[in-house]
């Protein structure tokens, strides 16, 4: 730059002297107007130059110091953000990092930035700032934000095991289909003991464990509206206020209030429970007799197997809150044990048919045999099926007719063998 302050008046100086020359050479009146006329004249073109790069350099340092501060502004308003996200969805207190951070509002105000709802720069108090105090806010900000992340970390971290806790008592207290849930939350804690101490990282994985408790919350509503269903069909009971309760947790899930969702759930789960518990018994009962019947009148191996399987299921489901499952396995059952009785039937047909073909004397064969009719029983038994709600009277006809083709089964059987001989 010094170097140019030296060129230039050595330039002017210069262009003088060669006027001087042309005046005395060649005596020219056009010589004298060229002096006259340069000489202002570039004298005019330096100050204006001067003037455009100095408002120029001056323009752009405002902007740059203009997009620094709303830099910072924007950082502040997005870790405001992100800490009443903190306090809003998931309760956990960061009222000490906000109120650090009001030190940051200050300074920026200072800097002429207004955070207020909005953001306004006032280019007044710009023009007498520095870039050493935008880096003094910034340096501000990053220290507060350094001593409360870890603060922050610990608390995130304390709320995710109050969450993992909480489904653990809801899959002890009888909810089903959660184990995977639970081990996935399991899993982003062990991630999370590495995680970066930055509030939008910290933002990030709450808001995937708020994801996966709100996924499981989901999975225990449907057990408890099917379990207040079985309720109100197996055990004849007024599950009005169950219903009530299960509206709230629909409630509180949507308003992610998971921590009241939990609670309810349990408490819904729990008198579920109680209410069941005799019919569970009395349906876990019922549908052991109806397999060892099945079991009794099959013939083939691989439908005794089916049927023990089945029944082996049944012993499994041990807590009312299984409910359904259990009715499922009832249900299934009930399907197996109508084509067996059925089996039993055709059989009978068959054995009889020869029995009539080998014309036997009443003294021989003193029974009537059976009518093809007679399958309307099976028919019988199907709407049976379909339309009781309780396996109970089903069971009663089962083992009637069951009972009943059985012994004509080895009568036949043993009068066909008498008869061949």
């Not at 499994?316 to 067996?340: F, H, N, T, V, W």
């Not at 399958?375 to 089903?394: A, C, P």
């Not at 083992?399 to 059987?413: K, M, N, Q, T, V």
């Amino acid at each position: 730059m010094r170097r140019y302050r030296i060129i230039v008046p050595l330039a002017y100086l210069a262009l003088i002297a060669l006027g001087i020359f042309i005046l005395f050479n060649t005596g020219s009146d056009s010589a004298i107007t060229f002096i006259l006329l340069f000489i202002p004249a570039t004298i005019v073109a330096a100050f204006l130059a001067r003037y455009l790069v100095t408002v120029k350099k001056k323009n752009v340092k405002e902007k740059v110091m203009e997009q620094d501060i709303m830099g910072a502004a924007n950082r502040y308003v997005e870790q405001m953000r992100s800490l009443y996200d903190f306090e809003d969805k998931y309760g956990i207190s960061t009222k000490e990092f906000r109120e650090e951070l009001r030190r940051v509002k200050e300074g920026l105000f200072e800097l002429g930035c207004v955070v207020n709802g909005k953001t306004r720069i006032d280019r007044t108090k710009i023009k007498k700032v520095v870039f050493a105090d935008v880096e003094w806010v910034n340096k501000m900000f990053e220290s507060i934000k350094d001593r409360h992340g870890v603060v922050l970390y610990s608390r995130m971290m304390d709320k995710c095991r109050d969450y993992l806790e909480g489904i653990r008592k809801l899959e002890n207290a009888g909810y089903e289909n959660i184990r995977g849930q639970i081990e996935k939350i399991e899993s982003r804690l062990r991630e999370g003991e590495n995680i970066e101490m930055d509030s939008l990282e910290l933002s990030m994985f709450m808001n995937e464990v708020a994801s996966i408790l709100e996924e499981t919350l989901r999975t225990c509503l449907r057990n408890a509206n099917s379990l207040e269903v079985e309720g109100r069909e197996s055990a004849n009971a007024d599950t009005s206020r169950i219903r009530t309760d299960i509206k709230i947790v629909e409630h509180s899930i949507g308003h992610g209030n998971y921590e009241n969702a939990s609670k309810v759930l349990k408490s819904v789960i729990e008198r579920l429970v109680e209410l069941l518990k005799d019919a569970f018994e009395m349906y876990k009962e019922d549908t052991f007799v109806l397999t060892n019947v099945v079991v009794e009148i099959s013939e083939k191996e691989e439908d005794k197997r089916e049927v023990e399987e089945i029944k082996k299921s049944i012993e499994e489901c041990m807590l009312p809150s299984q409910m359904r499952k259990l009715r499922e396995y009832g249900d299934a059952l009930i399907i197996k044990s109508i084509p067996a009785l059925e089996a039993v039937y055709n059989k009978i047909f068959e054995i009889e048919e020869e029995i009539a073909g080998e014309n036997p004397t009443t003294e021989v064969y003193p029974v009537e045999y059976w009518a093809k009719d007679k399958m309307s029983e099976i028919e019988e038994l199907k709407s049976i099926s379909d339309s009781y709600s309780d396996i109970r009277g089903f069971i009663h006809r089962y083992r009637l007719l069951a009972s009943d083709a059985h012994s004509r089964l080895i009568y036949d059987s043993e009068r066909l063998r008498y008869i061949a001989h």
